[in-house]
C-alpha cells in the first residue's frame, strides 16, 4: 500500500530541481528525422537500463517537437557530447528553433541524422514509450553504438563541467 505524503511535504520545483542539480550527470543530444525534417534536443536525463539485449532510457519533455518526431519515426540516436561541445548543447536546448539550420551533420546507416565529433553515438530503435509527469520516458533498443577516446561534458549544479587531470573537474560557466 502506497501512502501519498502530505501536500505539504511534496518540494516545489526549485527545490527539486537544486536537489536533483547535485547529481552530476553527461550531456547528450537526442536526434531523429521524420519527412525529412530532422529534429534535437539535449538531454540529460539518460540511462543504460540493460546490457542483455542492450536497452537505453531518455526523458524527453511531454509535447516537444523531438519527442513526438521520435515517437513517429520509431528510432533516434544518442550523441554523448563531449568537453568541447558545449556550443551544441546551447545550441539544442533552445526552444523552438532550427537546431539543424546550417549544421553539417552525419547520417546513420539508417539515414538519421548524427553530430559530427561526439564522444560516442548509440542508435535505438524505440522499444516504449512511459509517461511521466511533463516528460515521455523512451525506452531504446539499441541497434549500434560507438564510442571515442574522449573527455565528456558534464552538467552539475546547473553548469557544464568537464574532467580535469586526477578526475577533477573544472567549471565551464557561470
Do not use: K
Request: charged share 15%; hydrophobic share 40%; proline share 7%.
Amino acid at each position: 500500500m502506497t501512502v501519498a505524503p502530505p501536500a505539504s511535504a511534496v518540494p516545489d520545483q526549485h527545490t527539486f530541481r537544486t536537489v536533483m542539480g547535485v547529481f552530476a550527470t553527461g550531456v547528450a543530444v537526442i536526434t531523429t528525422e521524420v519527412e525529412g525534417a530532422p529534429q534535437g534536443m539535449t538531454i540529460n536525463s539518460l540511462t543504460s537500463l540493460s546490457v542483455a539485449p542492450p536497452m537505453l532510457l531518455a526523458c524527453l519533455e511531454e509535447g516537444s517537437r523531438t519527442a513526438e518526431a521520435v515517437t513517429r519515426r520509431g528510432a533516434f540516436v544518442i550523441n554523448l557530447l563531449t568537453r568541447g561541445q558545449t556550443p551544441l548543447s546551447d545550441r539544442f536546448s533552445r526552444l523552438g528553433q532550427d537546431h539543424f539550420e546550417g549544421l553539417a551533420v552525419d547520417r546513420t546507416d539508417s539515414g538519421l541524422p548524427a553530430l559530427p565529433g561526439s564522444g560516442g553515438r548509440i542508435e535505438c530503435e524505440v522499444d516504449a514509450v512511459h509517461p511521466g509527469g511533463d516528460h515521455v520516458i523512451v525506452v531504446g533498443r539499441v541497434l549500434a553504438c560507438t564510442a571515442a577516446p574522449t573527455s565528456p561534458l558534464v552538467f552539475y549544479r546547473g553548469r557544464y563541467h568537464r574532467l580535469g587531470s586526477a578526475g577533477h573537474d573544472v567549471a565551464l560557466s557561470g
